[in-house]
């Protein structure tokens, strides 16, 4: 009786919190525009209250979202996550109204500025194709998290900015550098997948940062033939860490690329432990690639690489 109590206490745990608020693309909701429901949220700001909760019905949403600084505290969760989608399709080579081409940092199909934000259950994409520079999602908050949620894209499907961003049973699919910026960010027991030959991460670390990104537990898969470099340096302080990932074949024996930067590579942090699979070939990695101790790779925690002076763990729920 014990034991059913106790799996009983944690399934009631993790159940999906009441919502505030009620978006459907069929007008049964509150709402039928997910940025109206979040224009409308209360200004929380406060990470000690409740986050205010937006449940939203299965549909395709094809609408640009933009979370301002002042409404970061909020829950989206999605009623089913391959059904439930957030689209826009813009790309860096669109003109804007100056004439000139509106560049990457413009292009998110989903834009958060604000802190402690959690999506959960929900797709967000960038369904412009195969055209250049598209971003599904634009993270500059701090404390963001990513539960299940699928991440669509070809070229740079994610951008983590800046802050500290906590990615959880993710799927992430690109082509070239589509995890990138200079935020902290750890993604554990998330699915990358790979569409063409190319980069997965681009990180551009800020000089004397303690974590870039790291993959705990994850699954690199890619389509038929394609072949892939873990990483490159957008900047030459670029620190990535692949732990105990199951890698196919379709990441490349070598591992890393220094961009066609030599000096970067005394100055990345490029490191893997404890990783299987065809992809997974210690013997052939580029000697200025890292390796990590048993030791090393165990203190890489969620809350030791993303606790910074508030001891955030988001990998503890409430």
Known sequence: ????????????????????????????????????????????TDPATPRWVIFVKAGTYTERIYVQRERGNIHVIGEDARKTVVAYHLNANLLGEDGKPIGTFRTPTVQIDGDGMLWENITLANTAGPVGQALALRADGD?????????????????????????????????????????????????????????????????D???????????ITG?????????????????????????????RPEGWNNWNKPPAEATTFYAEF??????????????????LTAEQAAALTPAAVLGGEDGWNPAVRP
Not at 233 to 250: E, G, I
Not at 286 to 291: D, E
């Open 209 to 219: 940062t303690a974590h870039g990104y790291v993959f705990a537990d994850c699954k």
């Open 1 to 44: 009786m014990l034991v059913v109590a106790s799996l009983l206490a944690a399934v009631f745990a993790f159940a999906a919190p009441k919502p505030d608020t009620v978006v459907a693309a069929d007008g049964s909701g509150d709402y039928t525009s997910l940025q109206e429901a979040i224009s409308k949220a209360p200004m929380k």
């Open 223 to 251: 389509a038929e033939g394609v072949l892939a470099y873990l990483g490159r340096p957008w900047r030459d302080f670029a620190k990535t860490v692949f732990l105990r990932t199951d890698m196919s074949a379709a990441v």
């Open 274 to 291: 404890g990783s299987t699979g065809p992809g997974a070939n210690d013997a052939a990695r580029v000697k200025w690639a890292k390796p």
């Open 143 to 207: 404390r963001l998290e990513f539960r299940k949620v699928r991440f669509l894209g070809w070229q740079d499907t994610i951008l983590v900015n800046r802050g500290r961003h906590y990615f959880e049973d993710c799927y992430i699919e690109g082509h070239v550098d589509f995890i990138f910026g200079a935020a902290t960010a750890f993604f554990n027991r998330c699915h990358i997948h790979v569409l063409r030959n190319g980069y997965i991460t681009a990180a551009s670390t800020p000089k």
